[in-house]
């Protein structure tokens, strides 16, 4: 099992940024393939972005690339996503994620974080 504890949500004006934190505990967490979701009211939670236990593949949809970064740091447990450039569409609930790196789904959720954008 692994417990994931999202932080660093709030309230920014458009063309602001956040850093979202992720802290893991439970097993090793470098043994996970870490992810960033995001979900708003009356719509199913969508991938924002993944990073493999190194820190050496990460991945992004489209409509943030440019403007999020995921980083990890395995000393410390924890996972981030920095947010640049935010606009209003990005007002949302961010959830941390971690599957195996063996496995192809994402079976560990935070409970996550809102963002609100403000325009």
């Known amino acids: 099992q692994v417990q994931l504890v999202e932080s660093g949500g709030g309230l920014v004006q458009a063309g602001g940024s956040l850093r979202l934190s992720c802290a893991a505990s439970g097993r090793t967490f470098s043994g996970y393939t870490m992810g960033w979701f995001r979900q708003v009211p009356g719509k199913g939670r969508e991938f924002v972005a993944s990073i493999t236990w190194s820190g050496g593949i990460t991945s992004y949809v489209d409509f943030v690339k440019g403007r999020f970064t995921i980083s990890r740091d395995n000393a410390k447990n924890t996972v981030y996503l920095q947010m640049n450039s935010l606009k209003a569409e990005d007002t949302a609930v961010y959830y941390c994620?971690?599957?195996?790196?063996?496995?192809?789904?994402?079976?560990?959720w935070g409970q996550g974080t809102q963002v609100t954008v403000s325009s």
């Open positions: 994620a971690a599957r195996p790196n063996y496995s192809a789904q994402f079976g560990f």
